[in-house]
C-alpha cells in the first residue's frame, strides 16, 4: 500500500509555470507507475501524464504534450509535474495517483493509490 500527498499547486498567471510534487510513503514506491489526473469543476477527471516504474516510459494527454513533463525519483520517493506554458484551461484539481500494474499506465481504472489533490488555478 502506498499513500499519496501533492504539493505545489497555486495561482498563476497564463504563460507562467508550476512544479508540482507527489511524495509517496512506504519503501515499494519503485513497484508502482504513477500518474498525475486533473479534474475541472462539472468535469470528468481526466489523465494528465503518467510515467513508469524507472521512468523509461511516459504517456502525455493531448491537451498537455509539449508543456508538461513527468519525472520521478524514486530515491526521494517523489513524482513530479512540471508545467509550463500554463492555460486557463488547466485549471483543475490535480491529483497524484499510483498503479502497481506498470503495463498499462496509461489506463486510468488501474490507478488504485490516490492523494488528496492540489488546486491550480491559472489566470489570464
Known amino acids: 500500500q502506498v499513500q499519496l500527498v501533492e504539493s505545489g499547486g497555486g495561482l498563476v498567471q497564463a504563460g507562467g509555470s508550476l512544479k508540482l510534487s507527489c511524495a509517496a510513503s512506504?519503501?515499494?514506491?519503485?513497484?508502482?507507475?504513477m500518474g498525475w489526473f486533473r479534474q475541472a469543476p462539472g468535469k470528468e477527471r481526466d489523465l494528465v501524464t503518467a510515467?513508469?516504474?524507472?521512468?523509461?516510459?511516459?504517456h502525455y494527454a493531448d491537451f498537455v504534450k509539449g508543456r508538461f513533463t513527468i519525472s520521478r525519483d524514486n530515491a526521494k520517493n517523489t513524482v513530479y509535474l512540471q508545467m509550463n506554458s500554463l492555460k486557463p484551461e488547466d485549471t483543475a484539481v490535480y491529483y497524484c495517483?499510483?498503479?502497481?500494474?506498470?503495463?498499462?499506465?496509461?489506463?486510468?481504472?488501474?490507478?488504485?493509490?490516490w492523494g488528496q489533490g492540489t488546486q491550480v488555478t491559472v489566470s489570464s
Open positions: 510515467i513508469n516504474w524507472n521512468g523509461g516510459t511516459t
Open positions: 512506504g519503501r515499494t514506491f519503485s513497484s508502482y507507475a
Open positions: 495517483a499510483a498503479t502497481p500494474n506498470t503495463a498499462w499506465i496509461s489506463f486510468p481504472p488501474l490507478y488504485s493509490y
